[in-house]
């Protein structure tokens, strides 16, 4: 994992569920060592095989992490102790992200060690006492993969960030207890979209027009959104899209940011590609994202500073995004599966540009094209922007959505390492109201800024107008 450090551990091949994983280690943490255990409790990354995966976060109390390693009871006598070098890169103005990988029957101490500092890698260094994985071939160690570099991406972390959340009597502390109840209002909305399933199979059945029915579950969901936040927050502003009144403009204030059903037409056609999308903004930026899936179980979340993750819930399994940390190149969108929409407006310049690009996309580089890879149409923007963050799509170039559409995805791509370019040249500052928007993932600063450029070159001149 790039600009963090990794401890990897080898195990039986034991199945074994996160929860029971969790407690078989903090079941071996000291009584007086509590820190240990919110520090596991909150940073569960994924379960395989019998391992675990921990992303603890650079602001964790570090250093009482790796005196906990050495109280551990599996092989205590092979932890050796911790270089002096190592230890000046747990302070958590060193690091931006450590991984932890710990398996039921002992820990292994890693090669790689990486610090950060000011976004570009300033140390990597090897230690090197034990081979990487045990349980391998010790002549095929993957100690040289993990130990490239992956240049700094776009990051989402900003010096201000302290004192914008200060402004508003806030903590990060604070941001975690809002994510979770999101995810827990996520979770209502996402049954409310499954039991309406049955009913739009029938009205497809017995009705020309469900868009009716599309409106009641949109505001159904909405509502029972804006009930519970407001509830639990009610100096927050709300902003959703079925209460959205002509002229509303983003404040500054810490602001909600509701989309109930993003992929209306997929939803109403029983294509399970839609989710409900909320978000809470501070600036006119968002700093938390949830966007959920329920018909693939599929969770996506952000906080600012925290990281994005996909949590599959049909399993209980979280990732860290992007899936690979280590990104694959991107030099050009001839390497790109690119995401398009087409919405309502389907006349027009916008429409005559919307079109021409994605010819020109699709378009052989002999007849002056970009010959990308494919490109794709999943009908969910908010979804569109998790595929970006999660690194199955490269990009995804769009005009004409709103803020409840995108303000949670971005979030999510920008935590997992991706950007937000404008869709029309030259802006590379994006506003969330702008209706501007192209999302392109993890990569090498240098490939992201190619892709956008080349993308920018098919339209010349030309610009979506909104």
């Known amino acids: 994992m790039s600009g963090g450090m990794s401890f990897c551990g080898s195990a039986k091949l034991v199945p074994l569920t996160a929860r029971r994983l969790l407690t078989h280690h903090i079941q071996h943490v000291p009584s007086n060592q509590g820190g240990v255990v919110r520090i596991l409790q909150r940073s569960l990354l994924s379960v395989h095989n019998g391992s675990a995966s921990y992303l603890i976060p650079a602001s964790s109390n570090t250093s009482q992490l790796f005196s906990h390693l050495h109280l551990l009871p599996s092989q205590p006598s092979q932890l050796p102790p911790l270089p002096n070098f190592l230890q000046r890169a747990t302070r958590p103005t060193a690091i931006s992200n450590l991984k932890l990988a710990i398996s039921c029957n002992n820990i292994t101490p890693a090669v790689v060690v990486r610090s950060t500092r000011s976004q570009s890698i300033t140390q990597t260094r090897k230690y090197s006492k034990f081979a990487m994985y045990s ?10 993969s993990s130990t ?6 776009t990051p989402s972390t900003t010096p201000d960030f302290a ?43 017995t009705k020309n027009n469900t868009s009716d029915l599309v409106t009641q579950y949109d505001k159904q969901v909405e509502d029972m959104v804006e009930q519970r936040v407001r509830a639990a927050y009610p100096s927050f502003g709300f902003l959703g899209e079925e209460s959205f009144k002509h002229g509303t403009k983003l404040a500054n204030s810490p602001t909600f940011i509701c989309d109930p059903i993003d992929g209306t037409l997929n939803f109403s056609k029983g294509v399970p590609n839609c989710a409900i999308s909320l978000a809470l903004t501070l600036n006119k930026k968002p700093v938390i994202g949830v966007v959920f899936n329920p018909f693939r179980g599929d969770m996506y979340t952000a906080i600012k500073n925290q990281g994005a993750f996909l949590t599959k819930m049909t399993t209980g399994t979280t990732y860290k995004l992007p899936l690979q940390p280590v990104p694959a190149p991107m030099p050009s969108l001839r390497s790109c599966l690119v995401a398009v929409e087409w919405g309502n407006q389907r006349k027009g310049p916008n429409w ?54 995108v303000c949670a995805g971005w979030i999510i791509l920008e935590e997992a390492g991706g950007i937000v370019a404008s869709a029309n040249p030259g802006d590379w500052e994006p506003t969330l109201e702008g209706r501007l928007y192209f999302a392109v993932r993890h990569a090498k600063r240098e490939n992201q800024k190619a892709v956008v450029e080349e993308l920018w070159g098919i339209m010349g001149d030309r610009k979506f107008i909104y």
């Open 135 to 144: 349980n391998r071939n010790p002549e095929r160690s993957d100690s040289d």
């Open 148 to 153: 490239r570099t992956t240049p700094a991406t």
């Open 163 to 205: 004192r914008t959340l200060s402004k508003h009597q806030l903590t990060e502390r604070d941001l975690k207890i809002v994510q979770d109840l999101l995810v827990d209002i996520a979770k209502d909305g996402g049954k409310i979209m499954i039991e309406a399933e049955h009913e739009f199979l029938v009205a497809a059945a």
């Open 352 to 405: 005559e540009l919307r079109t021409d690009v994605h010819k020109r996309l699709l378009t052989d580089k002999e007849e002056g094209g970009a010959f990308c890879k494919s490109v794709r149409s999943n009908g969910s923007a908010a979804l569109d922007f998790c595929y970006v963050a999660q690194g199955i799509l490269d990009c995804f170039w769009e005009g004409g959505v709103w803020v409840w559409d």
